[in-house]
Structure formats: C-alpha cells, structure tokens
C-alpha cells in the first residue's frame, strides 16, 4: 500500500469515532493527549482539503480550514515544534502538510467559540491547563 492509500484507510478508519478538532487555545496549554490528537486531526483536515477524501468534507473544522491551507501548515509546525519539545516524534512525513508553504497570517475564525472550547477540554478531566 502506498503511503496515501494507507492515509485514506486511515482517515475513514479513525474518523467516525474522533471529533475533529483543532483547538484555538494556546498550543503549550494543551496536555499531551489533545496534542497528539490535533496532530493527526490537522493531517486529516489538510488530507481531506486537498484531495477530497472521505465524507467529512462538510464537518465545520474542515470547512474552517477551506482556502486556509497555509495557515493549517503554519498550525501544523506549530504543532510538531511543541510535540517534539515534549520528547514526542513526529511520525507522519506523508507530503501532504508537510510540503505545503506557512502562512503566519493567522488561523480562520473558530467554528465554535473559545470559552466553549475551554468549557469542553476543562469536562473532560485531562492535563490541559485551561
Ligand atoms: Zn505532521
Ligand atoms: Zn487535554
């Protein structure tokens, strides 16, 4: 299988079950777990958002991010630089983010506001510090 297949296989393998999500709160805040789920929520939205894969096409995180691509990989560095602060690898090298040139211009608006977002990650009990 190629590395794009096994992208898709993924994708619509985990999907179903995660809420996407990539968070509007300060990346050092998050605890390792939304870290990492953000991470591999961003290759999705920027999987789906340049080659159409799967049925979340309409999902608000990936529309959010429609036309902002640059900015998703700007989030993405962002991203991998905390994960890697944390002794964390990075381990998708798929050419798809990865290649895409950053742009600092800042992320498009929320699709849900941040105080809900905090409400949501402080009911959830984990190490984010919100
Ligand atoms: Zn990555
Ligand atoms: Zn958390």
């Known amino acids: ?11 619509l393998l985990t999907m179903p079950r995660s809420i996407m999500r990539v968070w509007d709160i300060p990346i050092t805040k998050l ?15 920027a999987s789906i958002n340049l080659h ?9 995180e990936t529309r959010r991010w429609r036309g902002h691509i640059n900015q998703l990989a ?3 560095y962002q991203t991998v630089n905390e994960m890697v602060a944390r002794g964390m690898k ?6 798809t983010i990865d290649d ?16 809900q977002q905090i409400a949501l990650l402080k009911s959830k009990g984990c190490k984010c510090e919100v």
């Open 100 to 115: 895409v040139s950053m742009s600092t211009d800042g992320c498009p608006e929320p699709w849900q506001p941040v105080e």
């Open 1 to 11: 299988m190629d590395k794009e297949a096994w992208w898709r296989q993924k994708i």
């Open 90 to 95: 990075h381990h998708y090298h798929l050419g």
């Open 31 to 45: 605890c390792n777990k939304h870290l990492v789920a953000q991470h591999h929520e961003i290759h999705c939205i």
């Open 52 to 60: 159409g894969y799967g049925g979340f096409c309409n999902h608000p």
């Open 74 to 76: 700007y989030k993405h």
